[in-house]
């Protein structure tokens, strides 16, 4: 008998984090997060001030055999006027029993909330790691997306899961730097009067990370999933995303009036380091890491966007021509992009390099 259990302590919440790295031992595809890192996610994240979170695993003879998240994020619903429950943190073994029991609990959960769908795989916010594999089961994921086996998506379908959304992933080769690419870049900074910020300390790197979600803020209403961040959501993005940042990896764009309006960062592939890492930070996980933030071949671009008022006029080449040089002067082969909605315009960008799509993932939903 499959037995559902909720995470109520301490040693719950450590074997619901560990459980995915046992799943995915003999998988040469899956990243494993840090523990702490996850740890520090599913109990200090500024979003569980407006958000209700609980954590249940499967068990079958004495063993975990899964796990779910139900998660209702109160100001979203409000906001975009949703009755919605997400689920995320989705592992199961191959056995369809065990996720029909994971899921029927997290519904079960929103139903007596007096809620209507479920969603997912969604955690706090679309700044974090959302949406399940769907295609390119075989290749590496990146550190910053999930990997799942094939089975899960034909799960969700199987209990009356309909796609609300995908995303794609790009692999781009870094070639040289093409004249055109220069003569456009040139062209727009000029056309638009937008011009690359010049970033030197942390200090510089914070304020301009607060400067740019709040105009976010103001302007990304109609994004998938985006709801106004707070300013403690604010910082803990900052924190765990750009003070990570190498300076020259970064590109910051500012209109005439040293408003910002576009962003781009990239940080060197780290994927191999934390499948060395196994979760463990120390005593060996560090050095990985460190390793692969100095020799690499591989770099990610991990959070990039202009305005919307800018989202048809190609600035956005801009930063994408002085990350390139950066990237030629590193040494690096291949560029992985993050997740991109498939209906983005601004990722046709990259059909004018030679790029291939490694990956779709997809967001779900299903009346309940």
């Known amino acids: 008998m499959i037995e559902i259990k909720e995470v109520k302590n ?6 619901f984090i560990k459980f995915p790295r046992k799943l995915y031992k003999n998988c040469p595809y899956y990243v494993p997060a840090l523990d702490k890192a996850e740890e520090r996610q599913l109990t200090r994240h500024p979003a569980l001030a407006f958000c209700d979170l609980r954590l249940w695993t499967a068990w079958l003879d004495g063993e975990m055999v899964g796990r779910i998240a139900g998660l209702v ?71 910053g997306a999930d990997y799942n086996y094939p089975y899960y998506p034909e799960y969700l379908e199987a209990m009356g899961f309909e796609k609300e959304v995908d995303y794609l992933q790009f692999k781009v080769k870094v070639t040289p730097v093409s004249e055109r690419i220069t003569r456009m870049a040139d062209l727009l900074a000029k056309k638009y009067r937008v011009r690359l910020r010049n970033i030197q300390n942390k200090e510089q790197l914070r304020k301009a990370g607060y400067e740019f ?6 302007s990304y209403h109609d994004i998938f999933n985006f709801i106004p961040l707070t300013r403690e959501e604010m910082t803990w993005v900052i924190d765990t995303n750009l003070n990570a940042g190498i300076p020259d990896l970064m590109s910051f764009l500012e209109d005439e009036n040293g408003r910002m309006v576009g962003i781009a960062m990239s940080i060197p592939s780290l994927n191999r380091a934390f499948q060395k890492a196994n979760g ?33 006029t190609g600035i956005h080449a801009i930063y994408h021509k002085q990350l390139h040089e950066a990237f030629l002067r590193r040494g690096y082969e291949y560029a992985f992009t993050s997740q991109q909605l498939e209906n983005n315009i601004a990722a046709r960008i990259w059909e004018k390099y030679d790029s291939e799509v490694i990956a779709r993932r997809r967001c779900y939903r299903k009346r309940l």
């Not at 301490?10 to 074997?15: E, M, Q």
């Not at 689920?87 to 199961?92: L, S, Y």
């Not at 979600?213 to 103001?218: A, F, K, R, Y």
Request: proline fraction near 3%.
């Open 10 to 15: 301490k040693r719950d919440l450590r074997r």
């Open 73 to 143: 994020n109160h100001r979203c619903n409000e906001l975009k006027n949703q009755k919605r429950i997400r689920f995320a943190w989705f592992d199961t073994v191959e056995d369809p029993e065990v996720a029909r029991l994971l899921f029927q609990t997290v519904e079960d959960w929103g139903r007596s909330l007096g809620l209507s769908e479920i969603c997912g795989p969604s955690r706090f916010s679309n700044m974090e790691k959302q949406a399940m594999l769907v295609d390119g089961f075989d290749r590496i994921t990146t550190f």
């Open 213 to 218: 979600l709040e105009v976010l803020n103001e």
């Open 280 to 312: 463990k930070m120390w005593p060996f996980g560090a050095f990985h890491i460190l390793h692969n933030l100095k020799k690499n071949t591989n770099v990610d671009l991990l959070l990039t966007g202009v305005l919307p008022e800018y989202a048809h």
